[in-house]
Protein backbone atom coordinates (compact mmCIF):
# COMPACT_ATOMS: atom_id res chain seq x y z
CA UNK A 1 0.00 0.00 0.00
CA UNK A 2 1.48 3.01 -1.20
CA UNK A 3 1.84 6.58 1.41
CA UNK A 4 -0.46 8.13 -0.25
CA UNK A 5 -3.51 4.97 -0.04
CA UNK A 6 -2.59 4.92 4.19
CA UNK A 7 -2.97 8.60 4.56
CA UNK A 8 -5.97 8.40 2.86
CA UNK A 9 -7.64 5.75 4.78
CA UNK A 10 -6.35 7.00 7.75
CA UNK A 11 -8.04 10.36 7.25
CA UNK A 12 -11.38 8.46 6.56
CA UNK A 13 -11.05 6.94 9.81
CA UNK A 14 -10.62 10.10 11.45
CA UNK A 15 -13.43 11.71 9.58
CA UNK A 16 -16.03 8.30 10.46
CA UNK A 17 -14.81 8.51 14.32
CA UNK A 18 -15.47 12.40 14.58
CA UNK A 19 -18.74 11.69 13.15
CA UNK A 20 -19.61 9.85 15.78
CA UNK A 21 -19.21 12.40 18.36
CA UNK A 22 -22.12 13.37 19.41
CA UNK A 23 -22.31 17.50 18.78
CA UNK A 24 -23.84 17.48 22.58
CA UNK A 25 -20.66 16.38 23.64
CA UNK A 26 -18.43 18.25 21.36
CA UNK A 27 -20.27 21.53 23.22
CA UNK A 28 -19.48 20.01 26.26
CA UNK A 29 -15.97 20.62 25.61
CA UNK A 30 -15.85 23.25 23.75
CA UNK A 31 -18.36 26.09 25.03
CA UNK A 32 -21.56 27.47 24.16
CA UNK A 33 -21.64 31.05 22.97
CA UNK A 34 -23.76 33.20 25.52
CA UNK A 35 -24.92 37.03 24.93
CA UNK A 36 -24.55 38.96 27.63
CA UNK A 37 -25.39 42.55 29.16
CA UNK A 38 -22.01 43.81 29.99
CA UNK A 39 -23.41 47.33 31.89
CA UNK A 40 -21.68 49.57 29.63
CA UNK A 41 -23.90 51.83 27.73
CA UNK A 42 -21.16 52.90 24.81
CA UNK A 43 -21.40 48.51 24.43
CA UNK A 44 -24.17 47.43 26.44
CA UNK A 45 -23.39 43.34 24.69
CA UNK A 46 -20.61 40.89 24.63
CA UNK A 47 -20.67 37.22 23.90
CA UNK A 48 -18.66 35.02 25.62
CA UNK A 49 -17.95 31.30 25.53
CA UNK A 50 -18.73 29.25 28.58
CA UNK A 51 -18.99 25.80 29.60
CA UNK A 52 -21.32 23.70 31.25
CA UNK A 53 -20.98 20.50 33.38
CA UNK A 54 -23.91 18.02 34.74
CA UNK A 55 -21.26 16.57 36.84
CA UNK A 56 -21.04 19.96 39.25
CA UNK A 57 -24.38 19.22 40.74
CA UNK A 58 -22.91 15.61 42.04
CA UNK A 59 -21.35 17.76 44.77
CA UNK A 60 -22.59 19.20 47.82
CA UNK A 61 -23.78 23.11 47.09
CA UNK A 62 -21.49 24.26 50.14
CA UNK A 63 -18.21 22.91 48.31
CA UNK A 64 -18.04 26.25 46.14
CA UNK A 65 -16.75 25.98 42.22
CA UNK A 66 -14.91 28.25 40.34
CA UNK A 67 -16.11 26.85 36.93
CA UNK A 68 -19.35 27.12 38.06
CA UNK A 69 -19.42 30.54 39.14
CA UNK A 70 -17.90 31.55 35.72
CA UNK A 71 -20.95 30.02 34.43
CA UNK A 72 -23.76 31.53 36.83
CA UNK A 73 -22.19 34.82 36.29
CA UNK A 74 -22.60 34.47 32.65
CA UNK A 75 -25.76 33.41 32.61
CA UNK A 76 -26.81 36.46 35.51
CA UNK A 77 -25.49 38.38 33.13
CA UNK A 78 -27.48 37.19 30.28
CA UNK A 79 -30.24 38.06 32.18
CA UNK A 80 -30.02 41.38 31.22
CA UNK A 81 -30.25 41.29 27.54
CA UNK A 82 -33.60 41.17 25.74
CA UNK A 83 -33.77 40.81 21.96
CA UNK A 84 -36.72 39.88 19.38
CA UNK A 85 -36.00 36.70 19.16
CA UNK A 86 -36.15 36.56 23.41
CA UNK A 87 -34.29 36.95 26.35
CA UNK A 88 -30.41 35.89 25.93
CA UNK A 89 -30.60 33.37 29.34
CA UNK A 90 -33.47 31.39 27.95
CA UNK A 91 -31.39 30.10 23.99
CA UNK A 92 -28.29 29.73 26.79
CA UNK A 93 -30.57 27.64 29.38
CA UNK A 94 -31.99 26.00 25.94
CA UNK A 95 -28.23 25.39 24.63
CA UNK A 96 -26.98 23.48 28.32
CA UNK A 97 -30.18 21.06 27.95
CA UNK A 98 -32.47 22.64 30.13
CA UNK A 99 -36.18 22.10 28.76
CA UNK A 100 -39.44 23.82 29.97
CA UNK A 101 -37.33 27.05 30.10
CA UNK A 102 -39.74 30.57 30.98
CA UNK A 103 -38.98 33.68 31.83
CA UNK A 104 -41.09 36.51 34.08
CA UNK A 105 -41.32 39.82 34.47
CA UNK A 106 -39.83 41.16 31.39
CA UNK A 107 -42.74 42.97 30.47
CA UNK A 108 -43.05 46.90 31.74
CA UNK A 109 -45.34 46.61 34.79
CA UNK A 110 -46.35 49.22 37.14
CA UNK A 111 -45.62 46.45 39.96
CA UNK A 112 -41.91 46.71 38.91
CA UNK A 113 -40.61 48.07 41.93
CA UNK A 114 -42.45 44.51 43.89
CA UNK A 115 -40.47 42.08 41.69
CA UNK A 116 -37.70 41.20 39.61
CA UNK A 117 -37.26 39.57 36.03
CA UNK A 118 -36.27 36.19 36.03
CA UNK A 119 -35.76 32.63 34.20
CA UNK A 120 -36.74 29.23 35.29
CA UNK A 121 -35.91 26.02 33.87
CA UNK A 122 -35.16 22.38 34.23
CA UNK A 123 -33.35 19.38 33.60
CA UNK A 124 -32.68 16.19 34.41
CA UNK A 125 -28.66 15.36 35.97
CA UNK A 126 -27.41 12.86 38.23
CA UNK A 127 -26.62 12.77 42.00
CA UNK A 128 -23.07 11.64 43.49
CA UNK A 129 -24.83 7.95 43.53
CA UNK A 130 -25.30 8.58 40.11
CA UNK A 131 -29.45 8.50 40.77
CA UNK A 132 -31.39 10.62 37.91
CA UNK A 133 -32.38 13.70 39.85
CA UNK A 134 -34.08 16.95 39.19
CA UNK A 135 -32.04 20.32 38.28
CA UNK A 136 -34.12 23.52 38.75
CA UNK A 137 -32.16 26.75 37.88
CA UNK A 138 -33.61 30.34 38.74
CA UNK A 139 -31.49 33.71 36.79
CA UNK A 140 -32.68 36.49 38.38
CA UNK A 141 -31.83 39.62 36.21
CA UNK A 142 -30.37 42.70 38.08
CA UNK A 143 -32.24 46.19 37.94
CA UNK A 144 -33.64 46.03 34.38
CA UNK A 145 -36.46 49.06 34.35
CA UNK A 146 -36.13 52.47 36.27
CA UNK A 147 -39.55 51.66 38.19
CA UNK A 148 -37.49 48.90 39.90
CA UNK A 149 -35.26 51.35 41.48
CA UNK A 150 -37.41 52.24 44.01
CA UNK A 151 -37.62 48.41 45.08
CA UNK A 152 -34.02 48.72 45.33
CA UNK A 153 -34.14 51.99 47.42
CA UNK A 154 -37.20 50.61 49.68
CA UNK A 155 -35.21 49.65 52.93
CA UNK A 156 -38.32 49.77 55.37
CA UNK A 157 -38.16 49.51 58.83
CA UNK A 158 -38.32 45.76 59.43
CA UNK A 159 -35.51 42.86 59.73
CA UNK A 160 -34.97 42.35 56.06
CA UNK A 161 -34.96 44.77 53.49
CA UNK A 162 -38.31 45.34 51.46
CA UNK A 163 -37.66 45.58 48.27
CA UNK A 164 -35.52 42.47 47.61
CA UNK A 165 -37.92 40.64 50.00
CA UNK A 166 -41.00 41.31 48.03
CA UNK A 167 -38.95 40.53 45.15
CA UNK A 168 -38.19 37.33 46.42
CA UNK A 169 -41.46 36.37 47.76
CA UNK A 170 -43.13 36.87 43.95
CA UNK A 171 -40.25 34.63 42.61
CA UNK A 172 -41.21 32.14 45.01
CA UNK A 173 -44.59 32.09 44.82
CA UNK A 174 -44.26 31.42 40.92
CA UNK A 175 -41.60 29.17 41.84
CA UNK A 176 -43.78 26.98 43.56
CA UNK A 177 -46.17 26.73 40.75
CA UNK A 178 -43.50 25.78 38.17
CA UNK A 179 -42.31 22.97 40.36
CA UNK A 180 -46.52 21.59 40.49
CA UNK A 181 -46.65 22.51 36.73
CA UNK A 182 -43.25 20.48 35.52
CA UNK A 183 -44.34 17.92 37.74
CA UNK A 184 -40.51 18.30 39.69
CA UNK A 185 -41.31 15.99 42.07
CA UNK A 186 -38.85 13.84 44.47
CA UNK A 187 -35.49 15.11 45.03
CA UNK A 188 -35.03 18.62 43.51
CA UNK A 189 -31.54 20.12 43.36
CA UNK A 190 -31.68 24.38 42.76
CA UNK A 191 -29.34 26.78 40.78
CA UNK A 192 -30.41 29.97 41.74
CA UNK A 193 -27.68 33.27 40.83
CA UNK A 194 -27.95 37.02 39.93
CA UNK A 195 -26.14 40.10 39.72
CA UNK A 196 -26.80 43.03 42.26
CA UNK A 197 -30.30 44.11 42.46
CA UNK A 198 -30.88 40.18 41.31
CA UNK A 199 -28.13 38.96 43.41
CA UNK A 200 -30.05 40.03 46.71
CA UNK A 201 -33.24 38.22 45.28
CA UNK A 202 -31.01 35.34 44.90
CA UNK A 203 -29.27 35.47 48.49
CA UNK A 204 -32.88 35.66 49.36
CA UNK A 205 -34.79 32.94 47.84
CA UNK A 206 -31.80 30.09 48.28
CA UNK A 207 -32.05 30.65 51.97
CA UNK A 208 -35.84 30.47 51.80
CA UNK A 209 -35.72 27.53 50.33
CA UNK A 210 -33.88 25.89 52.98
CA UNK A 211 -36.05 27.74 55.29
CA UNK A 212 -39.53 26.45 53.76
CA UNK A 213 -38.01 22.93 53.38
CA UNK A 214 -37.96 22.75 49.28
CA UNK A 215 -34.72 21.01 49.38
CA UNK A 216 -31.50 20.37 51.57
CA UNK A 217 -29.14 22.41 52.08
CA UNK A 218 -26.84 20.68 49.91
CA UNK A 219 -28.81 20.47 47.17
CA UNK A 220 -29.54 24.56 46.95
CA UNK A 221 -26.81 26.13 44.97
CA UNK A 222 -26.73 29.83 45.54
CA UNK A 223 -23.89 31.70 43.24
CA UNK A 224 -24.56 35.65 43.70
CA UNK A 225 -22.65 38.44 42.15
CA UNK A 226 -22.63 42.22 43.77
CA UNK A 227 -25.11 41.60 45.98
CA UNK A 228 -26.04 44.35 48.29
CA UNK A 229 -26.84 43.23 51.88
CA UNK A 230 -29.98 41.78 52.97
CA UNK A 231 -31.42 41.33 55.81
CA UNK A 232 -30.25 42.32 59.88
CA UNK A 233 -31.35 38.45 60.49
CA UNK A 234 -28.47 37.18 57.67
CA UNK A 235 -25.63 35.01 58.79
CA UNK A 236 -22.84 32.91 56.98
CA UNK A 237 -23.70 29.31 59.54
CA UNK A 238 -25.96 26.96 58.14
CA UNK A 239 -26.28 28.80 54.77
CA UNK A 240 -22.25 27.87 53.50
CA UNK A 241 -24.08 26.75 50.25
CA UNK A 242 -24.56 30.03 49.35
CA UNK A 243 -21.43 31.89 47.65
CA UNK A 244 -21.53 35.53 47.74
CA UNK A 245 -18.62 36.80 44.97
CA UNK A 246 -18.37 40.77 45.83
CA UNK A 247 -15.68 43.61 45.34
CA UNK A 248 -14.42 45.57 48.12
CA UNK A 249 -14.16 48.27 45.21
CA UNK A 250 -17.82 48.02 44.66
CA UNK A 251 -20.18 50.17 46.38
CA UNK A 252 -23.31 48.39 46.18
CA UNK A 253 -22.48 45.02 48.36
CA UNK A 254 -21.92 47.84 50.94
CA UNK A 255 -25.46 48.82 51.38
CA UNK A 256 -27.10 48.51 53.28
CA UNK A 257 -24.70 49.33 55.64
CA UNK A 258 -23.32 46.79 57.78
CA UNK A 259 -22.98 49.72 60.94
CA UNK A 260 -27.21 49.04 60.17
CA UNK A 261 -26.49 45.31 61.34
CA UNK A 262 -27.02 44.38 57.18
CA UNK A 263 -25.84 40.68 56.08
CA UNK A 264 -26.24 38.57 53.41
CA UNK A 265 -26.48 34.89 54.55
CA UNK A 266 -23.58 32.60 53.16
CA UNK A 267 -19.93 33.08 52.99
CA UNK A 268 -18.73 36.35 50.69
CA UNK A 269 -16.32 35.74 48.51
CA UNK A 270 -13.78 38.86 47.84
CA UNK A 271 -12.51 39.61 44.38
CA UNK A 272 -8.53 40.44 44.44
CA UNK A 273 -8.04 44.01 46.32
CA UNK A 274 -4.66 44.40 45.49
CA UNK A 275 -2.97 43.05 48.88
CA UNK A 276 -1.86 38.99 47.04
CA UNK A 277 0.91 38.57 45.44
CA UNK A 278 -0.40 37.78 42.10
CA UNK A 279 -1.98 40.86 42.19
CA UNK A 280 -0.66 42.39 39.20
CA UNK A 281 -1.12 39.66 36.67
CA UNK A 282 -4.69 38.73 38.40
CA UNK A 283 -5.06 42.49 36.96
CA UNK A 284 -3.55 42.50 33.85
CA UNK A 285 -5.89 39.07 32.60
CA UNK A 286 -9.19 40.74 34.18
CA UNK A 287 -8.28 43.90 32.19
CA UNK A 288 -7.66 41.97 29.03
CA UNK A 289 -10.83 40.51 29.58
CA UNK A 290 -12.79 43.73 30.39
CA UNK A 291 -11.32 45.59 27.29
CA UNK A 292 -12.45 42.82 25.15
CA UNK A 293 -15.71 42.80 26.36
CA UNK A 294 -16.51 46.35 26.75
CA UNK A 295 -13.92 48.42 24.03
CA UNK A 296 -12.55 50.07 27.55
CA UNK A 297 -10.40 50.11 29.88
CA UNK A 298 -11.20 49.09 33.30
CA UNK A 299 -11.44 52.15 35.86
CA UNK A 300 -10.00 52.06 38.96
CA UNK A 301 -10.49 55.14 41.22
CA UNK A 302 -8.19 58.30 41.71
CA UNK A 303 -9.58 58.44 45.66
CA UNK A 304 -8.71 55.02 47.12
CA UNK A 305 -11.02 56.02 49.45
CA UNK A 306 -14.12 56.70 47.75
CA UNK A 307 -16.21 53.46 48.81
CA UNK A 308 -15.56 54.44 52.30
CA UNK A 309 -16.43 58.36 52.28
CA UNK A 310 -19.97 57.31 50.54
CA UNK A 311 -21.24 54.92 52.87
CA UNK A 312 -19.49 56.90 55.74
CA UNK A 313 -22.04 59.56 54.60
CA UNK A 314 -24.75 57.43 54.55
CA UNK A 315 -24.01 56.81 58.28
CA UNK A 316 -24.33 60.08 59.15
CA UNK A 317 -27.36 60.86 57.43
CA UNK A 318 -28.82 57.65 59.62
CA UNK A 319 -26.10 56.24 62.19
CA UNK A 320 -29.34 53.27 63.02
CA UNK A 321 -31.91 51.43 61.19
CA UNK A 322 -34.30 51.78 63.82
CA UNK A 323 -34.03 55.84 64.06
CA UNK A 324 -35.95 58.36 62.92
CA UNK A 325 -33.48 59.69 60.07
CA UNK A 326 -33.24 56.25 58.88
CA UNK A 327 -37.59 56.35 58.75
CA UNK A 328 -36.65 59.75 56.80
CA UNK A 329 -34.19 58.61 54.45
CA UNK A 330 -36.24 55.48 53.28
CA UNK A 331 -39.21 57.61 53.02
CA UNK A 332 -36.84 59.89 50.73
CA UNK A 333 -34.95 57.19 48.74
CA UNK A 334 -38.41 55.12 47.73
CA UNK A 335 -39.41 58.35 46.53
CA UNK A 336 -43.34 58.37 49.04
CA UNK A 337 -42.82 62.63 49.41
CA UNK A 338 -46.38 62.20 51.19
CA UNK A 339 -44.83 59.88 53.62
CA UNK A 340 -41.81 61.65 54.20
CA UNK A 341 -43.60 65.16 54.48
CA UNK A 342 -45.88 63.27 57.18
CA UNK A 343 -42.63 62.20 58.94
CA UNK A 344 -40.93 65.66 58.78
CA UNK A 345 -44.37 67.37 60.70
CA UNK A 346 -43.80 64.80 63.33
CA UNK A 347 -40.21 65.42 64.10
CA UNK A 348 -38.81 68.47 63.04
CA UNK A 349 -35.80 68.65 64.75
CA UNK A 350 -34.39 65.39 63.59
CA UNK A 351 -35.48 66.40 60.02
CA UNK A 352 -33.66 69.72 59.76
CA UNK A 353 -29.96 68.28 61.60
CA UNK A 354 -30.34 65.62 58.70
CA UNK A 355 -31.22 68.48 56.01
CA UNK A 356 -28.15 70.30 57.20
CA UNK A 357 -26.27 66.72 56.74
CA UNK A 358 -27.31 65.80 53.80
CA UNK A 359 -25.99 69.55 52.31
CA UNK A 360 -22.75 69.17 53.71
CA UNK A 361 -22.24 66.00 52.31
CA UNK A 362 -23.74 66.58 49.21
CA UNK A 363 -21.34 69.47 48.88
CA UNK A 364 -18.25 67.19 49.39
CA UNK A 365 -19.56 64.28 47.42
CA UNK A 366 -20.78 65.54 44.51
CA UNK A 367 -17.11 66.58 43.10
CA UNK A 368 -15.68 63.34 44.06
CA UNK A 369 -19.47 61.09 42.17
CA UNK A 370 -18.29 63.11 39.03
CA UNK A 371 -14.68 62.44 39.07
CA UNK A 372 -14.85 58.45 40.20
CA UNK A 373 -18.15 58.00 37.99
CA UNK A 374 -16.13 55.60 35.52
CA UNK A 375 -14.45 53.68 38.12
CA UNK A 376 -17.93 53.13 40.37
CA UNK A 377 -19.25 51.89 37.04
CA UNK A 378 -16.23 49.18 36.32
CA UNK A 379 -16.41 48.18 40.12
CA UNK A 380 -20.32 46.85 39.88
CA UNK A 381 -20.87 46.68 36.03
CA UNK A 382 -21.69 42.74 34.67
CA UNK A 383 -18.74 42.79 32.67
CA UNK A 384 -15.99 43.70 35.81
CA UNK A 385 -17.52 41.18 37.52
CA UNK A 386 -17.11 38.29 34.54
CA UNK A 387 -13.27 39.54 33.79
CA UNK A 388 -12.60 39.23 36.90
CA UNK A 389 -13.89 35.35 37.43
CA UNK A 390 -12.89 34.29 34.08
CA UNK A 391 -9.51 35.53 34.82
CA UNK A 392 -9.04 32.90 37.68
CA UNK A 393 -10.40 32.19 41.17
CA UNK A 394 -11.76 34.57 43.83
CA UNK A 395 -10.19 34.44 47.18
Known amino acids: MTVKKRWSRMLA ?61 ALSAAAYVRTAQGVSVQKAMEAFGFQQVRSYNYQFSAQSSEQTAYTLAVKTVKDRNNKAVRLVAAVI ?42 GAAGRTKFLVTGHSRGGAAANL ?7 AGLAEKEDIY ?18 ENIFNTVSGSDLV ?18 LPDGSGENYGAQFAAMSRQYEALTGQSYAVYQDAETVE ?48 TAIRASSELTPLLQREQAALVSAHCMAGYYSWLSAGSVA
Open 13 to 73: ALLAIALLIPPAALAAEEGTAVTIGTGITERPEAEVTVKWDDAWFAVDADVYQHELAVTAM
Open 222 to 239: GYTFAAPAVSTEAKAEGY
Open 253 to 270: PQVPLAQWGYRRYGIDRP
Open 309 to 356: RLTGTLCQLAPTVSGPNMTMLSALLRGDLEGLTALVEGNPVAALLMGR
Open 141 to 182: RGTGVYTEWAGNLNVGAGNEHAGFAQARDELMDNLEKYLEET
Open 205 to 211: TAARLME
